[in-house]
C-alpha cells in the first residue's frame, strides 16, 4: 500500500513535478497572510459557487449571510483551512511528499462518496485563488507558485472524483 502511493506520486510528479523550494516559500509566506480568515475563505467559496455549499446537509437550502455566523459555519471552516495548512505545512519538506499524497488521496475518495465532481473542486480552486489574490501580497511569482502547488494537489484528488 505504502509502495503505490509513492508510485503514484511519481507519476503525478512526472507531469508536474514538486514544488522548488521558492515556490514553497511564496506558498507558505502567503498563506500564512489569510490562513486565520476560516470563515471569511469559505464564506467566499460559498458565495462563488451556492452549489458547493448545497451539498453540506447542515447548510443545504439556508441563507449564506445567516449562517455565517454560526458555530456549525466555523466548524467546517476551520476543519478545510487546518486541511490546506497541514498540506502547506508538510509541501515545504520533500520528505513528506508521500504523507502528503496519503491524505489528499483520502480528501478526494471522502468527497468522492459525498458526491462531490472534479468541477466542484475545480471551483473551489477558483475561488481560493480569487480570495488570495484579493487579500495577500500577490504578483506574478506568487500566483506561478499556488498555481503549482494546486494543480499537483489537484491532480491528486481527480484520481478519486468523478467528473
Ligand atoms: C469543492 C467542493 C467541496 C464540497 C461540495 C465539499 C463538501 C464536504 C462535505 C459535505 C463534508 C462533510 C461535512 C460534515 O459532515 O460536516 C466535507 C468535509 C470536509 N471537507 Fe469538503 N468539500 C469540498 C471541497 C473540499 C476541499 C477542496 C477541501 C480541502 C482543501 C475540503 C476539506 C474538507 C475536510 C477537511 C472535511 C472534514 C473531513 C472529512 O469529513 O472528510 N473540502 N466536505
Ligand atoms: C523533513 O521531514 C523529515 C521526515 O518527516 C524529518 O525527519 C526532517 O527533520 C524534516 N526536515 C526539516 C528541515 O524540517
Redesign the pocket.
Known amino acids: 500500500m505504502k509502495f503505490f502511493a509513492v508510485l503514484a506520486f511519481c507519476v503525478v510528479g512526472a507531469i508536474a513535478g514538486p514544488l522548488s523550494s521558492d515556490e514553497a516559500a511564496l506558498v507558505k509566506s502567503s498563506w500564512d497572510q489569510v490562513k486565520h480568515n476560516e470563515v471569511d475563505i469559505l464564506y467566499a467559496?460559498f458565495k462563488a459557487?451556492p452549489?458547493?455549499?448545497?451539498?453540506?446537509?447542515?447548510f443545504v437550502g439556508k441563507d449564506l449571510d445567516s449562517i455565517k455566523d454560526g458555530r456549525?459555519f466555523a466548524?467546517?471552516a476551520t476543519?478545510?483551512?487546518?486541511?490546506?495548512s497541514e498540506?502547506v505545512t508538510l509541501s515545504g519538506n520533500e520528505s513528506n511528499l508521500a504523507a502528503v499524497h496519503t491524505l489528499v488521496t483520502?480528501?478526494g475518495k471522502?468527497?468522492k462518496a459525498?458526491?462531490?465532481?472534479k468541477s466542484?473542486?475545480?471551483?473551489?480552486?477558483t475561488a481560493?485563488v480569487s480570495y488570495l489574490s484579493s487579500h495577500v501580497s500577490w504578483g506574478e511569482n506568487v500566483a506561478a507558485a499556488w498555481n503549482h502547488a494546486l494543480d499537483n494537489?489537484m491532480a491528486i484528488?481527480f484520481k478519486q472524483l468523478d467528473d
Open positions: 467559496v459557487y452549489d458547493i455549499q448545497a451539498k453540506f446537509p447542515q456549525e466548524t467546517h476543519r478545510i483551512v487546518s486541511f490546506l498540506v483520502k480528501l471522502d468527497h459525498r458526491g462531490v465532481t466542484q473542486f475545480t471551483n473551489f480552486r481560493l494537489t484528488a
